[in-house]
């Protein structure tokens, strides 16, 4: 039987310089690699559970995108989709790894996508949690960011907890402990990290998953795709007709889990990674 516990963080103690950016990385495990690749607004740590539990099989690489976690944030910075798929273009070149399993949720997903379709990077198998795909995404509350950016990053810190924390809870179907609220706030607090989530909010847009869209179909590899049944971020109606498009109707619908899989069902993640 698969054992969660509030286990230790990973540790994130590898450094790689994109394009005058500093992006935190780490490894873990040994046998072929396996890439994670986390979403928005979250970090690496997502995988704090999961990656443990995989290492034993895998040689484990992860990382913070550009902006996010212990990545560089800085003003003026571009976050988006457009980069995030250029980053572990570089990453992969920088581990010197080809054709690698790769693990993603969220914005990670449409990363990967990105790097797949744009950058003609091949895997030696994809799995797709929740991924961000297909339009429309993007919730009213992204909408005003995206609109008022710098009322919002200027407000008192008090709001902005309150307003990242209730934003946070909203992708998980079960109350988020108090420890994983205080790993997943941390990076968008403070001075550098308050504008930098709202930052990364103000930056997304529909045009990037409307980039490949048109172009997705069966891949040269192995794909899955997990989604929460209670995902209301994005409906499962979506996960459905991206499933028509990416693997042939094939979804795993997980029950009791929301947008953020990795806190409500991370069972189901590791248990769809084993069995290949």
Known sequence: MLRFSNSRMLKLDQRFVFDGQTVAWGVMGEG????????????????????PLL??????????????GLSEKKTGQNVSLSVQNELLVALLQEWQISHPTVLCHDFGGATALRAHYLNGLAYASLTLIDPVALSPWGS?????????????????????????????????????????????????QGKIGKPAFYRQIA????????????????????????????????????GKKLAERLTGGKITLV???GHLM???????????????
Not at 32 to 51: E, N
Request: glycine residues 6%; contains cysteine; negative net charge.
């Open 203 to 238: 930056q997304m847009d529909e045009k990037y998953t409307d980039e490949i869209s048109g172009r997705y179909g069966a891949m040269d590899c192995p794909v899955k795709l997990l989604w929460g049944e209670e995902d209301n971020w994005l409906p499962l109606a979506q």
């Open 55 to 68: 290492a034993n099989r895998w040689r484990i690489y992860f990382f913070d995108l550009i902006g996010y």
């Open 140 to 188: 009213s509350f992204v909408q005003h960011v995206r609109q008022f950016e710098d009322a919002f990053a200027k407000v008192p810190d008090y709001m902005h907890d309150a307003m990242l924390k209730a934003y946070l809870q909203s992708a998980a179907f079960k109350e988020l402990d108090g420890e994983a609220l205080e790993i997943y706030m941390k990076p968008w």
């Open 32 to 51: 072929d690699p396996l890439v994670l690749i986390h979403g928005t607004p979250f970090s690496s740590q997502v995988w704090r559970r999961i990656a």
């Open 255 to 257: 029950p009791g889990s």
């Open 262 to 276: 990795q806190e409500d069902r991370p069972e189901a993640i590791v248990a769809a990674v084993l069995e290949g």
